[in-house]
């Protein structure tokens, strides 16, 4: 019983009706879908703060849902809408369509969502529509859902994957989207010890797995940093460099540090060059966390000066395509006009990478991309404009023969599917003549 004078928290009739993270979620659907804008903007965190962790949290997965089966909630939708209502509207309605699709208790969904509706100036005005539609829906329930086709890609982004991979694999990675990512950890010391630990599964390339679930700050070992998150192909580019005790390294694109953490393991001398401080904040955070050392340097990678260096690793930036698993906003955000630029700056810094390179020295260059130019057409265009440039073929422990190519390695989110997925990523090692 409560004390005499001590408040306790009162749980309003909002609360109750969810409202307060379905409205968080209104309006990261409506910031996502309208203004382009990714769910780890610091924008989109700003949405958040007003409410309690779990309403945080809550908010947060009803706008992931609901990104991830956009297309299923625009098919059941379409029959029942005469014309597009506008985009606050619709986004009610496919926040609506996916948790009544999910099984959550419709009446409290459809008064949630028509009074969320009915909240804004101009929305207001469609509160009829958004009962009717949802009322509908409500009817057919979860088994109306069940029965619509599972979801597809934007356009933008089908196309070219279609063409490179084939529809099949595409459907794959559509399933893959679907079904959400893992926990992956990568182990500071032993990660067999760490996967006993934490009742973990050591998948072969070392990572260790967990559900996804599971809050990574409350795991036992998270503060002494003995491990650090890290997508299962995140990991390759490291292992495919294999930096050895005392080399000096450089990560040339280094934030939030991920790889920096596994060379620095590995006893290298690590410089760790990002151009963002806001992410270069974070690697500091985990080095420190961690207790593995770096040396740390703000800038952009192409006007970094310093040469002579044993190994570089160039994890460069790219459309993430490769992460669909885990952010289901970017192929709703993104449409691909950025892509272009990407490819100028991945060429130019896979040029300047090799001019910093020692003679004989050894350059990844990594990108979490699905698509083919920012991948192996790269290391074409890098082979013809540096004549005795040579591809290695990876080794690491674990590597599964389904994800080689001529150029390095190939990875889907299709890939490993009966082990959880994993991120889609290419890998090359390449040799710079003259040792
Ligand atoms: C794919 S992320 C790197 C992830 C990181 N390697 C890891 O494992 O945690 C690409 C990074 O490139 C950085 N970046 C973008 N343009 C850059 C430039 N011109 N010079 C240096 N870094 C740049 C971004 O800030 C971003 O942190």
């Known amino acids: 019983m409560a004390r005499k004078g001590v408040k306790l928290p009162v749980e309003s009739s909002e609360d109750r009706a969810g409202l307060g993270p379905r409205r968080a979620a209104l309006r990261l659907l409506n910031a996502v879908t309208g203004e382009g804008m990714l769910l780890s903007d610091a924008r989109a965190a700003a949405m958040l703060a007003q409410l309690p962790p779990e309403g945080r949290a809550r908010a947060q997965r009803l706008a992931q849902e609901t990104l991830r089966n956009l297309s299923r909630a625009d098919e059941w939708l379409g029959p029942r809408l005469r014309k597009a209502p506008p985009l606050g509207v619709l986004n009610a309605l496919r926040l609506g369509a996916v948790e009544i699709g999910r099984g959550e208790a419709a009446h409290g969904v459809v008064n949630a969502l028509v009074a969320l509706v009915a909240e804004g100036k101009r929305t207001e005005g469609f509160r009829g529509l958004a009962n009717a539609v949802l009322r509908a829906l409500a009817k057919e329930g979860p088994e109306g859902w069940a029965g619509l086709p599972g979801p597809v890609l934007p356009d933008w982004l089908r196309e070219p994957l279609v063409e490179s991979w084939g529809e099949a694999a595409v459907e794959a990675m559509e399933a893959a989207q679907l079904a959400g990512a893992p926990l992956d950890l990568s182990a500071k010391g032993d990660p067999g010890e760490l996967a006993q630990a934490l009742g973990g599964e050591l998948l072969p390339t070392g990572t260790v797995r967990l559900d996804a679930g599971v809050q990574v700050t409350a795991l036992p070992g998270y503060q002494e940093g003995a491990f650090w998150v890290q997508d299962a192909a995140a990991a390759l580019p490291a292992l495919v460099l294999d930096a050895q005790r005392g080399e000096r390294v450089l990560d040339l694109c280094a934030a939030p540090g991920?790889?920096?953490?596994?060379?620095?393991?590995?006893?290298?001398?690590?410089?760790?060059?990002?151009?963002?401080?806001?992410?270069?904040?974070?690697?500091?955070?985990?080095?420190?966390?961690?207790?593995?050392?770096?040396?740390?340097?703000?800038?952009?990678?192409?006007?970094?000066?310093?040469?002579?260096?044993?190994?570089?690793?160039?994890?460069?930036?790219?459309?993430?395509?490769?992460?669909?698993?885990?952010?289901?906003?970017?192929p709703v955000a993104r449409d691909g006009a950025e892509i272009p630029g990407l490819l100028d700056l991945q060429e130019a810094m896979i040029d300047h990478a090799l001019s910093l390179l020692r003679p004989g020295g050894r350059l990844v260059?990594?990108?979490?991309?699905?698509?083919?130019?920012?991948?192996?057409?790269?290391?074409?265009?890098?082979?013809?404009?540096?004549?005795?440039?040579?591809?290695?073929?990876?080794?690491?422990?674990?590597?599964?023969?389904?994800?080689?190519?001529?150029?390095?390695?190939?990875?889907?989110?299709?890939?490993?599917?009966?082990?959880?997925?994993?991120?889609?990523?290419?890998?090359?090692?390449?040799?710079?003549?003259?040792?």
């Not at 207790?291 to 002579?308: H, I, K, S, W, Y």
């Not at 265009?381 to 389904?402: K, N, S, Y």
């Open 258 to 330: 991920g790889k920096t953490l596994q060379m620095a393991a590995r006893g290298a001398e690590v410089t760790a060059l990002d151009i963002s401080a806001p992410r270069l904040e974070r690697l500091r955070d985990n080095l420190a966390r961690t207790g593995l050392p770096a040396r740390v340097a703000q800038g952009d990678a192409l006007e970094f000066g310093e040469g002579g260096w044993d190994a570089i690793l160039l994890d460069a930036p790219c459309s993430a395509t490769g992460t669909i698993r885990r952010h289901p906003d970017l």
């Open 365 to 435: 260059f990594a990108t979490c991309s699905l698509l083919p130019e920012e991948g192996e057409e790269q290391v074409e265009a890098a082979r013809e404009r540096h004549p005795g440039l040579t591809v290695e073929p990876p080794e690491a422990p674990g590597l599964d023969p389904a994800w080689r190519v001529e150029s390095g390695l190939r990875t889907r989110p299709d890939h490993w599917a009966d082990l959880g997925g994993m991120d889609g990523f290419f890998v090359t090692r390449l040799r710079k003549p003259g040792a």
